[in-house]
C-alpha cells in the first residue's frame, strides 16, 4: 500500500506563494503518475496538474497554467507543487494522489484514476 503524506499548506496573501511536498512511501515502484488536486467547500475535485514519474512530463489546469508547477525528486520520492502569484480562488484543500495507469497522465485526469491519496492539506488565500 502506497502511503502519501502532504505538507506545506497554510494561509498567505493574495499574490504570495507557497510549496506543498507530496512523500511516498511503500511499494512506489509501480506509479505512473503522480498529480495534485484540490477541493473547495461545495465544489467538485478538481485536476491541478500531473507528472509522469519516469520522465516528469507535465500537464497543467488552465485555472492555475503558468502559476502553478508540478516537479519531482525520484531519490526523496517525493512530489512537489509550487504555487505562485495565489489568488483567493485558490483556496482549498490540496490533495496529492498517485496512480498505476497511464490514464493518469493526461490533461485534466479523472480523480478516478489515481489509487492512492494523501489526507489533504488547507490553502487558504486571503484578499
Known amino acids: 500500500q502506497v502511503q502519501l503524506v502532504e505538507s506545506g499548506g497554510g494561509l498567505v496573501q493574495a499574490g504570495g506563494s507557497l510549496r506543498l511536498s507530496c512523500a511516498a512511501s511503500?511499494?512506489?515502484?509501480?506509479?505512473?503518475?503522480m498529480g495534485w488536486f484540490r477541493q473547495a467547500p461545495g465544489k467538485d475535485r478538481e485536476f491541478v496538474t500531473v507528472?509522469?514519474?519516469?520522465?516528469?512530463?507535465?500537464y497543467t489546469g488552465d485555472s492555475v497554467k503558468g502559476r502553478f508547477t508540478i516537479s519531482r525528486d525520484t531519490a526523496k520520492n517525493t512530489v512537489y507543487l509550487q504555487m505562485n502569484s495565489l489568488k483567493p480562488e485558490d483556496t482549498a484543500v490540496y490533495y496529492c494522489?498517485?496512480?498505476?495507469?497511464?490514464?493518469?497522465?493526461?490533461?485534466?485526469?479523472?480523480?478516478?484514476?489515481?489509487?492512492?491519496w494523501g489526507q489533504g492539506t488547507q490553502v487558504t488565500v486571503s484578499s
Open positions: 494522489a498517485a496512480g498505476r495507469s497511464p490514464r493518469t497522465v493526461v490533461n485534466g485526469a479523472s480523480p478516478r484514476e489515481f489509487d492512492y
Open positions: 511503500g511499494p512506489t515502484f509501480r506509479t505512473y503518475g
Open positions: 507528472i509522469r514519474w519516469s520522465d516528469s512530463l507535465t
